[in-house]
């Protein structure tokens, strides 16, 4: 989660999506927000023993909030964004 939040940052839009499941990725991807922070909330499993997780985070861009609860799969040995529950103000 960290590192695509520091992917959307840097403009790395190639990162973010390599880190997002095939299945459910778009055809491209644009970094839109310049975001300025972020805050993990909670995360449900995601060890090293699972093969799923899910983190909860708000990040944070001049005049914009984004509370998302995120759903990750392990896919070849990496984590990789599947989809997520979007609230944005």
Do not use: C, K, N
Not at 1 to 15: E, F, H, I, K, T
Not at 32 to 43: E, F, M, N, P
Not at 59 to 82: C, D, I, K, M, N
């Amino acid at each position: 989660m960290r590192s695509r939040y520091s992917a959307y940052v840097r403009g790395l839009d190639d990162y973010v999506f390599r880190t997002w499941h095939p299945r459910t990725r778009p055809a491209s991807v644009a970094s839109a927000a310049t975001w300025t922070g972020l805050v993990i909330v909670q995360t449900v499993a995601g060890g090293p023993d699972d093969e799923r997780g899910t983190v909860e985070f708000v990040a944070t861009a001049p005049g914009q909030r984004l509370h998302e609860l995120s759903r990750f799969e392990r896919r070849a040995g990496r984590w990789v964004y599947v989809d997520g529950d979007v609230s944005a103000t």
